[in-house]
């Protein structure tokens, strides 16, 4: 999302957890395309997969890990660590306890609905 969006509008929608509109998603390049409700869907995403099919898988391989190695190489050298910090903060009591809320809130407003 940072590669994305940048930094700073990452950290906010993240830390505030933004759902952005489908216009929204478009104009910040969360997305590449809309497909309206009323259209194939499934012809849609052949029409865009025929696009990369005219690139040699090899090639199209070597251009994403290109792109996207420094990434891949920072998560494969934080596995470890992200994975203890995860957990310790999911197991924490704190923690715990704003999700029993949270999810205790969301089956309020389900009865409501």
């Given amino acids: 999302m ?13 830390t505030l957890g933004t ?8 104009q910040i390049g969360l997305v590449d395309r809309l497909v309206p409700m009323e259209e194939d869907m499934t ?4 029409e865009v997969a025929k696009d990369f099919l005219q690139i040699p ?7 994403k890990l ?3 190695q420094e990434r891949l190489d920072n998560l494969v050298a934080t596995r470890e660590q992200d994975l203890q910090y995860f957990c310790d903060f999911v197991t ?5 306890q704003s999700l029993a809320a949270y999810v205790a809130s969301l089956a309020k407003k ?4």
């Fill in 57 to 63: 898988p090899p090639a199209r391989v070597a251009s």
């Fill in 110 to 113: 389900k009865k409501k609905e």
């Fill in 66 to 68: 290109f792109i996207r």
């Fill in 19 to 26: 759902l952005f509109s489908p216009q929204e998603a478009l």
């Fill in 43 to 46: 012809a849609a995403a052949m």
């Fill in 2 to 14: 940072i590669d994305t969006i940048g930094k700073r509008p990452a950290e906010l929608a993240l």
């Fill in 92 to 96: 924490n009591d704190k923690t715990q």
